[in-house]
């Protein structure tokens, strides 16, 4: 196991054709434009070609390199600081941890904090490759290929420890031993061929982390049943079958493979690709997927969204099966995002919506590409006005975080703490907090209760749609509790 915190450009910082985070619009970010995002926990493994897409142009968009959770009980984001002064504030962050303490550790003793607690002399017990010296490098794994550059004196030294040299000129911010531990990981894949790797397979090498240890899920109903998917750190595709005619679409297909494995494991026909948005975690393996499987219609509604084969807007409808699927336009994170409102004629079933980053289990969306006002026509007067029963599928696992802040928001809220209390447990188990419903949404959602006193009162405002700018305003700046 070895734990890195990005790897940024050397000219402008910016993240590594998006290396190691989930999503250009993850919510719980560090402020500033140029933060480097932490990648959490790595379990390095050979590269899935078909797995992981390739750059596209929008991961170059300035929506900012904030990507790690500040303060959140996550793996991905221990809340100790570690005082490196060799490290950028952003980055200088819990360094290490043990796999035994994941998932849902909420507290790690960072590596600093270790020498601390060690008394002088005494030998630390870590694993080998942990206390590697700088001279270990590629050699620290038997069977090594070959030494990588900067495993020595440039990684090790005292001066010069927590920066290194990747391919491409791309510069390699570390934690915890720099190149030392890097190396040591990337040896047992060799580190020749490592090296010689483009953007691409360095995505597909960085990309495999803890995400993998959370569970899939499938909620079934009579009339259609859906998978979700668990994808890059904290994203979700979901394969939506109908039950019926076996006819399956998929939604957000960032990792084909994983998509047509499900496919496959269900016996079903995928016909269909319904993209709620172009940003490159949702939209990014549109290509590759139309590439493995043939003759798939891919709607969105957006120019940018990659293999589009029909451009879809406001109340479009569509099949698949015999299901009835409706567009829903609900610009604001993105000016073309849709939402898809799945039914079945004469079903006494629950419906599905599937949101991706309009609405979250508590939660919404950065407004990268609108306003307040066009939050809440897309929150209030469309999805809100959807049948309460209906299910609502995101396109991220932000839960525990959102409920932190709508605490915040009301603290008196009941229902908050009893959906927080749950969401932990779930997170804790490695399940999924998704679905929720509409009719849930309006009871600890905040971006949904801008109409509720107490959360005007909080905002300081009487109006909800100012109110929705100035809780949304605050959310972007938010520090996440601990607790």
Not at 81 to 91: E, K, V
Not at 330 to 341: N, Q
Not at 363 to 383: H, N, Q, S, V
Not at 429 to 435: A, D, L, N, R, Y
């Amino acid at each position: 196991m070895v734990q890195v915190a990005a790897v940024v450009w050397p000219q402008d910082g910016r993240p590594f054709a998006h290396v190691g985070r989930g999503g250009l619009e993850e919510e719980e970010g560090l402020p500033g434009q140029r933060a480097a995002h932490l990648l959490g926990v790595l379990r390095v493994v050979p590269p899935h070609t078909h797995d992981v897409p390739a750059p596209l142009p929008e991961s170059r968009q300035g929506f900012g390199g904030s990507h790690g959770r500040a303060g959140s009980p996550s793996p991905l984001g221990c809340p100790c600081r570690a005082g490196s002064r060799s490290l950028p504030a952003a980055t200088a962050r819990c360094c290490r941890s043990s796999p035994a303490s994941l998932p849902g550790s909420a507290n790690r003793p960072c590596r600093a904090a270790a020498r601390r607690q060690e008394e002088p002399g005494q030998r630390s017990t870590a694993p080998a490759a942990r206390r590697a010296g700088a001279g270990a490098g590629a050699g620290a794994v038997p069977g090594a290929a070959a030494r990588l550059p900067g495993a020595g004196r440039g990684a090790g030294s005292k001066g010069n420890r927590g920066r290194g040299w990747a391919p491409g000129g791309a510069r390699c911010t570390m934690l915890g031993g720099g190149w030392r531990g890097l190396g040591t990981a990337l040896a047992a894949l060799g580190a020749g061929a490592v090296l010689r790797a483009g953007p691409a397979q360095l995505r597909a090498i960085f990309l495999h982390t803890e995400h993998e240890q959370r569970k899939s899920k499938t909620v079934t109903q009579a009339d259609m049943k859906v998978e979700l998917l668990p994808a890059l750190t904290d994203n979700y595709m979901y394969l939506l079958i109908d039950e019926e005619t076996k006819e399956a679409a998929i939604v957000d297909p960032v990792q084909p493979q994983k998509v047509l494995d499900a496919v496959k494991k269900h016996g079903v026909k995928l016909t269909t690709v319904l993209t709620t948005h172009h940003h490159w975690d949702h939209a990014g393996g549109n290509e590759k997927l139309v590439k493995m499987e043939t003759g798939l219609r891919v709607y969105g509604g957006d120019s940018r969204v990659g293999a589009l084969t029909q451009k879809v807007s406001h109340l479009t409808s569509l099949k698949v099966g015999s299901l009835n699927v409706k567009c829903l336009c609900t610009p604001c994170h993105t000016s073309g995002h849709i939402c898809y409102y799945v039914t079945k004629p004469n079903s006494s079933e629950p419906p599905a919506v599937f949101t991706g980053d309009t609405l979250f289990v508590a939660g919404c969306g950065k407004f990268f590409e609108g306003t307040p006002e066009e939050m809440y026509r897309a929150l209030i007067e469309i999805l809100g006005t959807l049948d309460p029963k209906t299910r609502v599928y995101c396109g991220h696992e932000y839960t525990i975080n959102n409920l932190k802040f709508a605490r915040h928001v009301e603290p008196n809220n009941a229902a908050i703490r009893e959906k927080l209390a749950w969401a932990k447990a779930k997170y804790d188990s490695g399940e999924p907090t998704i679905p929720s419903t509409i009719a849930e949404e309006f009871m600890y959602n905040p971006f949904m209760r801008v109409r509720e006193k107490t959360v005007q009162e909080h905002a300081g405002e009487t109006d909800p749609i100012r109110t929705m700018g100035a809780i949304r305003k605050e959310k972007d700046n938010f520090r996440i509790p601990k607790d």
